[in-house]
């Protein structure tokens, strides 16, 4: 059963929306890592949020926000290599 986060202690609650955050940007990561520097910066932003609201309830969902912007920096690094090597 879901917790009701509208009872929540505002910590909780700000920690919960971080986790969403962390979620929600690793989501656009994956998107923007075709554009390097931006899709580097999104997922270093989802693994901040992500590594500080893993103390709270929601921490499967930090987790899995840190998961995905480590992925987006592996996607826009990966790209970069390959656009630098066809251009050599």
Do not use: N, Q, W
């Not at 999104?42 to 893993?54: C, K, T, V």
């Amino acid at each position: 059963m879901e917790p009701d986060y509208s009872r929540l202690y505002p910590e909780e609650r700000f920690r919960h929306y971080m986790a969403l955050a962390s979620v929600s940007l690793g989501i656009i990561s994956l998107c923007a890592g075709l554009i390097p520097i931006c899709g580097v910066l999104i997922s270093l932003a989802g693994i901040g949020l992500g590594i500080l609201s893993r103390k709270s309830e929601s921490r499967k969902t930090a987790v899995i926000g840190i998961a995905l912007s480590v992925l987006g920096i592996m996607i826009a690094v990966t790209y970069e290599f390959l656009v630098f090597i066809k251009k050599s």
